[in-house]
């Protein structure tokens, strides 16, 4: 299974570097895992595509403001993108310098018109970077802290962003992107949604920079997964065996919430589960738990396009894909959604 069964062609433009003005304006393309069909709608017509007894089930992870711009003793300058807390002053970080700082370094976030924060990077363990700092994470965060874009927005983060780079359901603070599926959704189409006799229920999974990194091995089976920390409750195992029992549907918004419960429901049963997860999908995974998805538009050759290729099958993505790009939808994480159910009709 090699990576380049899994790029498509994308024009820069049609990538999204702002939020439409309204979260539910955006266009949604409904995909038939079975026969491949596709049809043109806005995000506003989702619920039609929903029944009564269905199961959304949303990730409730905040994204924090975990980029950090600052200085080296020497004046270098120095970008830090904080990628998990691991204590009231300590955390794991991604480090951009002209030189890539040994234990002892010392950073200072900020700029002279502010008092800066100060932070000593203390060792690496792997690509990231252990850092202390003067302040709680937290504080220092508030205080200097930007929302961590990604990187084919191609613009400084603004005002704005602090909350439009958020759902409406974020609660548990520890995400560095956002689980932008749901980003779509508003209270006006929760409540509608509630009127149609679907339920919701809420997973965590704290989003790291790992779901931007490029797979680099040709064969992608040879690739290693990034580590994720996610939460799945009993209460949440309780909400979706009933809903199987009655015989709705479990969707799941994003493939951060698929990730959740796949990894959940590994033994083939699931379970409540807290800890970190490196669950790799590709074509020929049997999904155990989810029988629809919302989604947006992914990276070429990315993990996250090979999930949605292995749940609907890679040439009915990839035909929507193309579609997409003809029809000239916008990309990724300010981008336009899909709404996909599965290659085979059923899952588990």
Sequence with gaps: MQRSDF??????????????????????LSVDGPSGDVSHLSFKDLPPLLRDGDLLVFNNTRVIPARLYGHKESGGRVEVLIERVTGETTALSHVRASKSPKPGTRIFVGDEETKLGEVLVTGREGA?????SDLRIAQLLERFGHMPLPPYIEREDEEADKERYQTVFAQREGAVAAPTAGLHFDGVLLE?????????????????AGTFQPVREDDVRDHEMHAEWLEVTEATCKQIQETKARGGRVIAVGTTA???????????????????????????????CIDAMITNFHLPESTLLMLVSAFCGRD????????AVKERYRFFSYGDAMFLTPQNGVVG
């Design 316 to 323: 009915v993505i990839l035909r929507a894909y193309e579609e």
């Design 7 to 28: 790029t498509y062609d994308l024009p820069d433009e049609l990538i999204a570097q702002h939020p439409l003005s309204e979260r539910s304006a955006s266009r949604l």
């Design 258 to 288: 698929v990730r959740s419960l796949e990894t959940a429901a590994q033994s083939g049963e699931l379970k409540p589960y807290s800890g970190d997860t490196q669950l790799f999908i590709l074509p020929g995974f049997r999904f155990n």
């Design 128 to 132: 990231l970077f252990a850092l202390e």
């Design 192 to 208: 509608q949604i509630a009127e149609v006799g679907v339920s919701t229920t809420e997973v965590t999974l704290h989003v790291g």
